[in-house]
């Protein structure tokens, strides 16, 4: 027994020693794999629509704006619709998409909770109410602002709501300078319970037509993104999931609890503030211009996690990628269940992802991913 | 107190000076003070709620003390990146309900070394530290399927791997154990005990929480009893595991035997002695 002990202390190489299989890391194709799908799914989602375009046309459009000819020809008419109509909504699905499921992969580790997701923290509520609160209370506070700042006036307040709400719960959960991750669970039901409240009422003070608005906006949508507004959304989710693959190694070192990340040497309570910033900032963001998308940020997690495990070093790259394919595919869905009319793309995912999730819970049973 | 003994009268590796942990009014720790020395084990010994934990956890840099203070290397506790190149620590249980294989909770061990090793040292360090630890063939298993018994030993490799640096030498690091042997069968538990000696062997140190006094009294070069958050007495086993002293710690009657195969103490429990004839401590389970 002492015997297979030494080979710790000595590498040397001991008769007893077994050789070890070393499981296939799949991470990388996985990513590869995910990376093309995008493009595809990218381009398809370009040419679908009432004006169907050609993939291959789609990709000289986009090779041609950024300026590589391919001497295809190319109508005015497929590029204006492609560059200005089209081409902003599938970055704003990209984005979004990304955004949202980046964000749940990292709540997820952060609550070592497979059943966490972006909106726990109360920051889908939270910019629900700033947008809602826009819509019913609109007249009163827009009416003094210049006309061409009013576009941005709803996802400011609905970004903004997002983020104070998460400060909120932070500030909850927060006991001498450390935040206790399962008070935020529990603070984040509260909060998000009393923020439905609050929607409730802005509900219920609306007329029709802000009914009928707030209600499609609460169901999600990538339809009314412009190029002036996509940029700064852009921006926003894009920074903050370009940081979180940074926190990959210590969310990992978190699966195992918080003592045993500090005893790995990361800084636990930084790491924990860092994720819950960078996720509010995404999903803040992205119920801003996008409205509350449900399922892609809770179920994109589970279906890399399937194929490459939980090792956030390639789960959030990954999850980024297939969340980005994901909402780009059920936004051609939506374009096009109920012609000519157009069906809110969170009724799509919900109608996607809630089945599928039932169907992973009944699959993988006692084994939580 | 200063062990002297198992050391080369070399410095202490890890110092606490009258430390003390006062939570909510209630103290946990009470001015206690110990040294580990370089290649010694050290057990840290005594009842539910006597503190081990918490001292282990003050002693890891997890906790700060509200008073005294604790020496790394003759200098206060790094950071915590610094410190998780030298000292590791195997938790009395770790939840993972998150599917990673064997491999990869391993691997989280080298974490700290991100910078300083090379993926080829990794995995030489890797292949060792699950060899000793008697995991190899559950490599590529997914962490959640195994026992608690497997699941200890990973997590025992994972510490392992954390602490070597493929020289051989461990001189200057410092294992530290809560616990290890608790969901273990008796060949584990052997096999915990001699990776604890083989590390102090090759110049580490060994810190182990343990409740069992034999366990103890067979790997440990000094031994430290604790009761109600004090330090009650600390040295070589055969000079504390006294039937007084385990009276005096642990409430219970023994007689000290000696081992049929080591120059150790058998400390073996005797019924206490007011306890009822057997006839009658039945009637704790009749309801009235």
């Known amino acids: 027994m002492a015997g297979a002990v030494e080979a710790t202390i000595d590498r040397a190489s001991h008769p007893t020693r077994r050789a070890i299989v070393w499981p296939k890391a799949m991470g990388p194709s996985v990513l590869l794999a995910l990376g093309i799908a995008l493009v595809f799914c990218f381009i398809l989602s370009?040419?679908?629509?009432?004006?169907?375009i050609p993939p291959l046309t789609v990709a000289a459009i986009l090779l041609d704006a950024i300026g590589i000819p391919t001497g295809a020809e190319i109508t005015l008419r497929d590029q204006s619709v492609v560059l200005a109509i089209r081409l902003p909504r599938a970055l704003l699905g990209l984005a979004v998409g990304g955004g949202l499921a980046i964000a749940g992969a990292a709540m997820q580790g952060l609550f070592r909770n497979p059943l966490a997701d972006p909106g726990l923290i109360g920051v889908s509520t939270g910019a629900a109410l700033g947008a809602v609160a826009t819509i019913v209370l609109g007249g009163a506070?827009?009416?003094?602002?210049?006309?061409?700042?009013?576009?941005?006036?709803?996802?400011l307040a609905?970004?903004?709501?997002?983020?104070?709400?998460t400060l909120i719960v932070q500030r909850i959960a927060t006991r001498d300078g450390v935040i206790d991750i399962a008070t935020m669970l529990l603070a984040g039901i509260a909060v998000n319970a009393l923020a439905g409240a609050l929607l409730g009422i802005f509900t219920f003070i609306s007329d029709d037509q802000q009914l009928r608005e707030l209600t499609f906006w609460m169901m999600g949508s990538l339809a009314a993104i412009?190029?002036?507004?996509?940029?700064p959304a852009i921006g926003l989710i894009l920074l903050p999931a370009l940081l979180l693959p940074r926190m990959a190694r210590a969310l990992n070192a978190m699966l195992l609890g918080e003592s045993e990340a500090h005893y790995l040497g990361f800084d636990v309570d930084r790491t924990k503030r860092m994720i819950i910033i960078l996720t509010a900032l995404i999903t803040g963001a992205g119920v801003a211009v996008s409205g509350v998308i449900g399922f892609v940020g809770l179920v994109t997690p589970h279906l890399v996690r399937l194929a490459i495990g939980p090792d956030h070093r390639y789960l959030l790259p990954a999850s980024a990628m297939l969340g980005g394919c994901l909402l780009l595919l059920a936004d051609m869905a939506a374009r096009t269940i109920v012609l000519p009319a157009e069906l809110p793309i969170g009724i799509v995912t919900a109608c996607f992802g809630g089945p599928f999730f039932l169907w992973l819970l009944a699959r993988r049973r006692g084994l939580s991913l | 107190m200063s062990g002297g003994q198992g050391g080369q009268g070399s410095q202490p590796l890890l110092l606490a000076n009258n430390v003390s942990v006062e939570i909510g009014g209630s103290c946990l720790l009470d001015n206690v003070?110990?040294?580990?020395?370089?290649?010694t084990v050290t057990c840290l010994l005594g009842p539910n709620g006597a503190g081990k934990s918490t001292l282990l956890r003050v002693l890891a840099g997890a906790l700060t003390p509200s008073k005294g203070e604790v020496q790394f290397r003759q200098r206060p506790l790094g950071r915590p990146e610094e410190l998780a190149r030298e000292r590791a620590v195997l938790s009395q249980s770790t939840t993972l309900g998150f599917a990673f294989s064997v491999v990869e909770v391993v691997a989280l061990g080298r974490s700290p070394h991100v910078r300083q090793s090379s993926a080829t040292l990794d995995r030489q360090i890797i292949e060792a530290a699950m060899a000793a630890a008697d995991i190899a063939h559950l490599a590529?298993?997914?962490?959640?399927?195994?026992?608690?018994?497997?699941?200890?030993?990973?997590?025992l490799a994972r510490v392992l791997a954390q602490l070597m640096d493929g020289s051989g030498d461990v001189s200057g690091k410092l294992l530290m154990l809560d616990e290890p042997t608790a969901s273990l069968d008796l060949a584990h538990q052997q096999q915990v005990l001699a990776i604890a000696r083989d590390f102090s062997r090759a110049g580490g140190t060994v810190l182990a929480v343990l409740h069992d006094l034999n366990?103890?009294?067979?790997?440990?070069?000094?031994?430290c009893l604790l009761k109600g958050g004090r330090l009650i007495t600390s040295g070589r086993p055969e000079?504390?595991?006294?039937?007084?002293m385990i009276e005096d710690v642990f409430a219970i009657r023994t007689a000290i035997l000696d081992h049929p195969g080591q120059a150790i103490p058998l400390v073996v429990t005797l019924p206490s002695a007011n306890e009822k004839p057997s006839g009658q401590s039945e009637a704790r389970f009749v309801l009235n």
Not at chain 1, 46 to 52: D, L, P, R, S
Not at chain 2, 33 to 39: E, K, Q, R, T
Not at chain 2, 140 to 155: A, F, H, M
Not at chain 2, 239 to 244: F, G, Y
Request: glycine content about 12%; charged content about 15%; proline content about 7%.
């Open chain 2, 33 to 39: 003070s110990l040294d580990l020395l370089p290649g």
């Open chain 2, 239 to 244: 000079e504390v595991l006294t039937a007084d």
């Open chain 1, 158 to 165: 609905a970004f903004i709501g997002g983020l104070i709400v």
């Open chain 1, 226 to 231: 412009t190029w002036t507004s996509l940029l």
């Open chain 1, 46 to 52: 370009i040419g679908w629509g009432a004006i169907a």
């Open chain 2, 140 to 155: 590529d298993r997914r962490y959640p399927t195994l026992s608690g018994g497997e699941q200890q030993r990973v997590q």
């Open chain 2, 215 to 223: 366990l103890a009294a067979s790997v440990a070069d000094h031994v």
């Open chain 1, 141 to 155: 506070l827009v009416g003094g602002l210049d006309p061409a700042l009013r576009p941005f006036f709803l996802p």
